[in-house]
């Protein structure tokens, strides 16, 4: 059995990730692909664990601590899950994956991109995404629609601007540096847009057919 696809989703919060992730996941399954959304941290118990400790706005966690955290979770995903399915030839959609802990805690947190990239290469066993969508937004639209959610901000949503900032630029840099995997969408477009661009820049990794008769 040839093996699945990863395909990985990133971009800052309010970027709109996870609608993607939905819509993306329904739009390869009606083509009769076996497809499995996953996100980070989580999809599994022990990465559920971790995900509420790193979101939780009443704890204090070190840059460092962070970085451990999320790379812990990854690993436990990683191996659990990730690779079961990958092997059983399954696309696997992953919101977030190892280019977040890049952005967010090797740059914004100054801890150093490529510190953090040995890091996950350990914990992830060098597993790399087939293709990575990177939803690009300027930050102040992505805060503005994370305050149009009806939920309290978590812990790293409560950043100030300059954090998120430094993401964005850390997102272009990574995009910038390696092309041919990370593929920019435009992510102030509409939402059928946007899943209609995924798909465009999919198209040489999945080969996707035509829809499946119900």
């Known amino acids: 059995m040839p093996r699945g696809r990863l395909i990985t989703i990133e971009g800052i919060d309010g970027a709109g990730k996870s609608t993607l992730a939905g819509a993306l996941a329904q739009a390869i399954a009606a ?35 962070e970085a451990l955290l999320y790379a812990a979770a990854r690993a436990q995903l990683v191996q659990e899950r990730v690779q079961p399915l990958l092997e059983r030839g399954a696309t696997v959609l992953l919101d977030r994956y190892v280019d977040s802990s890049l952005a967010y805690q090797g740059a914004a947190r100054g801890l150093g991109v490529e510190h953090v990239r040995e890091l996950n290469a350990f914990a992830t066993g060098g597993l790399e995404p087939d293709r990575t969508l ?34 964005a ?5 990574l995009a910038a540096a390696d092309p041919q995997r990370i593929r920019v969408l435009d992510a102030s477009l509409t939402p059928a847009t946007v899943l209609a661009d995924a798909l465009a820049a999919l198209g040489d990794v999945l080969a996707l057919g035509p829809p499946a008769r119900g």
């Not at 499995?36 to 995900?51: Q, Y």
């Not at 305050?147 to 430094?166: N, S, V």
């Not at 630029?169 to 840099?173: M, Q, R």
């Open 31 to 65: 083509h009769g692909e076996r497809v499995e959304l996953l996100r980070e941290p989580g999809g599994v118990e022990l990465s559920e664990r971790i995900r509420a400790l790193v979101k939780d706005p009443g704890l204090a966690v070190s840059a460092r601590a």
């Open 134 to 167: 990177l939803l690009r937004i300027s930050p102040a639209a992505g805060r503005a629609r994370q305050a149009g959610r009806d939920e309290l901000p978590d812990r790293l949503e409560r950043e100030h601007e300059a954090f998120f900032a430094r993401i």
């Open 169 to 173: 630029a850390a997102y272009d840099e």
